[in-house]
Structures are given as C-alpha cells and as structure tokens.
C-alpha cells in the first residue's frame, strides 16, 4: 500500500511513519516544511521525502494523490493561542489547502483519513461527546478561538457530502489530547506558544514558574500517541471496510484531569527523573486570567471526555496507557535526549 502523509514531520505524522515502516510494508510518500523528525529514515527504501509547502507544491501533490492509495492530510496550525494571534492563516491553512487535497482525492478517488478535531465538540455541554449525536457549540464570531474548530467541522461536513455524493472514502479521527515525544518544541519560551504539556515542561525546564489559566480547573483526557497510532493504524487496515463512512474519537476517557492535576502531576513526575530533582523542587506555580495569558479573543473549553464507544466497536480499539504513564513517557522523551526538534515558530505547523 502506498500511503501519502502530508504533514509527515508532525506529531503524529512522525509516529504513524515509524509504525508503519516498522511494522509493515507500506511504502509511505511524505511531504513538510522541515525533516528534522523523520530526517533517520533518509535512504529508507519505502520512504520518500519532498521538503516543501502544501501551499507552494500544488502539482506534486496532486500527482501523490493520484498514485497513493490513502492520503492522510495532516498539516494543520493546532495551538490555541494561534487561533486567537492569527486567524486567517488557520483558516487558509487548516480550511483552504487541506479543503484542496480533499478534493484531490475525490477527483482521483483516492481514500482519505482525515484528522478532525476533540475542539470541534466545542463547550458541548455532554457528559461524553459522541461523534453522531452530541451537539457542537461554540461562541460568538468576536471570539477567534473558534476559527480552528469551525475550519475543522466545516471540513468534516464537506468530507461526509462528497462520501455521499461523490464517492469519496473517507475517516474521520478526532484525536483527544494526545501527548507523547516529540508533541511541540520545548524551547519556545513564548506563552501559549505550544501546547499545554510541552508549554509547561519548558517552563519547568527553564526553571520559570508555569501559568495556570484561569486557575486550571478546566479538564482534559489526555490520551498517550500510542494509543493513538494503534487507532489510526486499524483505520489504514480498514479490515473488512470497518473504517469507511466512521467518524471516531480517539481519546482515553480515564484520563480525565484538570490542568492543575497535570501541573502538579508534571512536576511529581520530574522530580522522578534522576538529575531533575531540584529543579522540581523549586517549581513555581502561578494563576493568570484567560484574557491576560490569550486575549480577549479566546474561550476556554472547561470539559472534554469522549465517548468511545464507536471506536471500540467498529476497530475494536481501547486506549491503554494510563495518565501517568503518559506524562512521564512524555517528559523521558524530552529530559532523556540532548537534541530536540525545534520547527516551532510560535506555532506548530503539523499536527
Ligand atoms: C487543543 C488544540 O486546539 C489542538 O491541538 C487539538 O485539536 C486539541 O486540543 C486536542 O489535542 O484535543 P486545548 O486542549 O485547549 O486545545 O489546548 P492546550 O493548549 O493543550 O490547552 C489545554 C488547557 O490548558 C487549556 O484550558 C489552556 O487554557 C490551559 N493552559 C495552557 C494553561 O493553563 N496554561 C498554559 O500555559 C497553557
């Protein structure tokens, strides 16, 4: 199978990559800005690699599209304080360029995965976000942090119409928070420049106290990349089509916590790690208001727990790494290497 990732040196893209190259053999066709995650696969006989611009290098892409069997669209700005400092370019980036290969893929009828959003739910005042029923709600237009979702739900409606009207096989994933090596830049000192798990191990780091919004009462399930690579991995094998047509939340609903528990629990877990004693001994905490940390253009979501229940059944899919263990394979990934990837230019460019 050859599989076309966009947004290959992300996150996720760097994670799906290696799981793919180590465990099957698919050929994986990949385009970025920047290679410096996936550059130890260079020579790799079922690895190709253009360092470009999706919006710059429109002919090759169309011309991957075409070739590859599955195309998985994943650049996209993911930081919130992006959404409220530069609105436009998410909605060009993470509407326009990527509305633009899901065309491409209708036209070539090339079967796309594409990442949708936990942010597209919204403040969905649901006790568990289900992917077909729960309603998605969002704030006034004043209120750029939603520019992300929308771009993001506007897509996924556009992707459901062309399944039905043209054709077109699609996924939808909604990852939950996911966390794990390699999620953003560590060294980016700037607030909101990341997020919030990278945003407070650089604080913690540089020894700088670490911000809680709002007091950090607002709670997320953060689910271990692992776990979501094993999703997306059962999603690329579509056993007997049970993928198609699906939209799936992807995220560990046990691992629901404020962002105060994570602070805290960061810093527990540093002072685990041999030589980082002190410095989270010293670690600082402080509040900050939501306006002053992101502007008055931001919203905050105070609660997000997936229903996974479609996941469960259709990919026979359960996350299972617990939140600790999460956070502190995250935090060894970071404090364990001297090198660390830096594409960060205030925001994240791959999800
Ligand atoms: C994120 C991003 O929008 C996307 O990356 C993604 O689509 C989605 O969630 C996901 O991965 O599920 P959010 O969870 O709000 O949204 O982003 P973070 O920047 O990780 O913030 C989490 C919470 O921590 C927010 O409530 C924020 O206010 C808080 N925070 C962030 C702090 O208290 N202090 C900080 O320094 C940074």
Redesign the pocket.
């Given at each position: 199978m050859d599989i076309l990732i966009l947004g290959v040196n992300g996150f996720i893209g760097s994670h799906l990559t290696a799981e793919i190259l180590e465990k099957t053999d698919w050929t994986v066709h990949g385009m970025d800005l920047s290679s410096d995650r996936i550059g130890k696969w260079e020579g790799h006989k079922r690895f190709r690699f253009l360092e470009g611009d999706i919006d710059i290098n429109h002919e090759w892409i169309a011309y991957h599209v075409r070739k590859c069997d599955v195309c998985l669209p994943l650049v996209?700005i993911?930081?919130?304080?992006s959404?409220v400092s530069h609105p436009l370019e998410v909605f060009e980036l993470d509407f326009e360029h990527n509305l633009r290969v899901v065309r491409q893929c209708a036209k070539y009828k090339t079967r796309v995965i594409f990442p949708s959003?936990?942010?597209v739910y919204g403040m969905c005042p649901d006790d568990e976000f289900d992917e077909e029923s729960s309603p998605l709600v969002y704030g006034p237009v004043t209120k750029s942090r939603w520019i992300?979702?929308c771009a993001?739900q506007l897509l996924d409606r556009v992707i459901l119409a062309m399944g039905r009207d043209r054709n077109l096989q699609y996924t939808l994933f909604?990852?939950?928070?996911?966390i794990g090596p390699n999620l953003d830049s560590i060294h980016s000192a700037k607030?909101?420049s990341?997020?919030?798990?990278t945003?407070?191990l650089g604080?913690l780091l540089r020894e700088e106290p670490?911000?809680?919004?709002?007091g950090?009462s607002?709670r997320?399930c953060f689910t271990h990349i692992d776990d979501g690579i094993d999703a997306l991995m059962r999603i690329l094998k579509n056993d007997k089509g049970c993928a198609d047509s699906g939209i799936f939340n992807i995220?560990n609903p046990k691992n629901d916590h404020s962002?105060k528990e994570?602070?805290q629990t960061m810093v527990r877990l540093l002072g685990e790690c041999k030589g980082y004693e002190k410095i989270a001994k010293n670690a600082r905490i402080v509040e900050?208001s939501?306006d002053k940390?992101?502007g008055g253009q931001?919203q905050?979501?105070v609660r997000?727990v997936p229903s996974i229940k479609r996941a469960g059944e259709k990919l026979g899919w359960t996350p299972k790494i617990g939140f600790d263990e999460a956070v502190r394979r995250t935090i060894a990934s970071y404090t364990e290497t001297s090198t660390q990837p830096d594409t960060s230019e205030g925001w994240?460019v791959a999800?």
């Open positions: 996209a993911a930081t919130p304080a959404y959003t936990s942010e992300y979702a993001k909604r990852p939950f928070n996911w607030e909101g990341s997020r919030v798990v945003q407070f604080h670490i911000t809680l919004v709002d950090g607002q997320r995220g962002i994570l602070a900050q939501a940390y992101y931001y905050d979501v997000r994240s999800r």
